[in-house]
């Protein structure tokens, strides 16, 4: 089979994957619209798009190392030591908000730098580096804070980060537009910049790609250090939302990043990926937690259907490789 074959199978897999989710998306608006009045209520809606911001950014960066054929285990943690880093930046030092913000997401783009170290200098497999870069970051936050909350409650205008309005008239928080600002940014990264190409090259065959003369080791730590500074922006979000710092948050968004990655139509194995895809993922993973939490369904059973959601996106990867 020629290569221009494949790379057209690839695409049409990827194109009825991305159809496929929106489809799941639908779906499950109309499943939870019936078995609750109140799911459509604008309230409930702003609060879905709301919690999609956090898992949906760290989804985005994330996406740009899976098409790699990395993964990336420390975005959970990684937020969570963004948080705290802006919060010691901000509440400690006494810093410009400004300055802080802009701290706390270069902590994240030197998270992602170590991670990019580890996994193309060292050598070490991805899964080992962002597992061990994930530990130190949940490590870090603890020790920096005390393992106590640091709370933003003193400082004027950081609440409304996240949860203000620069739309007048209109109720819908600034979370959720930088959430969509961020969306284009990658989509302009991944589609219209150097760095797109060389990430989906690097996915699709890395040998070849070092063999064509690019620097594989350069670009892949320049990529992790992009999917970085999408970990400081949610974790800059996260502390806003909260008014706080938390240390001991963050473990367990890493999955459900991954996992609207996945059901969004980004392979495990890299090569094709998509950030449309992954938004809507993203909006999956918040509607189904908000629609289970609306009907009652008991915390542990929310988690038991989310790890169902995670093996058939998994599955579902598996079958579209097959047929490739």
């Known amino acids: 089979m020629s290569t221009a074959v494949i790379k057209q199978k690839m695409r049409g897999s990827a194109a009825l994957q991305q159809i496929l989710a929106f489809a799941s998306l639908v779906l499950l608006i109309i499943f939870f619209s019936l078995a609750s009045d109140n799911f459509m209520q604008w309230s409930n809606i702003e609060g879905i798009l709301l919690s999609t911001t956090v898992i949906g950014i760290l989804a985005l960066g994330t996406t ?17 030591l963004t948080s705290v880093m802006t919060g010691v930046f901000i509440v400690y030092l006494g810093l410009p908000i400004l300055i802080g913000i802009l701290g706390g997401i270069v902590m994240g783009a030197l998270i992602g730098l170590i991670s990019g170290f580890s996994v193309s200098i060292l050598k070490i497999p991805p899964f080992i580096a962002t597992l061990a870069m994930m530990m130190i970051a949940e490590g870090l936050s603890l020790i920096i804070s005390g393992a106590s909350p640091i709370y933003f409650s003193d400082i004027e205008g950081f609440h409304q980060i996240a949860l203000g309005s620069i739309i007048p008239g209109v109720n819908l928080p600034n979370a959720i537009l930088i959430f969509f600002l961020m969306v284009l940014i990658g989509w302009i990264l991944l589609s219209k910049t150097i760095v797109g190409r060389y990430t989906f090259s690097i996915g699709s065959n890395e040998e ?114 097959k047929n490739v």
């Open 64 to 80: 740009f190392v899976i098409i790699t054929g990395g993964i990336d285990l420390s975005i959970g943690t990684g937020m969570t």
């Open 208 to 321: 070849a790609t070092r063999l064509s003369g690019i620097n594989v080791t350069k670009w892949k730590i320049i990529i992790y250090t992009i999917a970085g500074c999408f970990t400081g922006v949610a974790g800059v979000i996260m502390a806003s939302r909260l008014d706080s710092a938390q240390p001991a948050l963050g473990m367990g968004y890493e999955l459900e990043a991954i996992a609207a990655v996945v059901i969004g139509g980004t392979s495990l194995s890299g090569g094709k990926g998509s950030l449309v895809g992954t938004m809507i993922g993203a909006l999956i993973m918040s509607v189904l937690t908000n629609g289970l939490r609306i009907m009652s369904i008991p915390q542990e059973w929310q988690t038991v259907v989310i790890g169902f959601v995670i093996l058939l996106a998994v599955y579902i990867d598996m079958l579209r490789k």
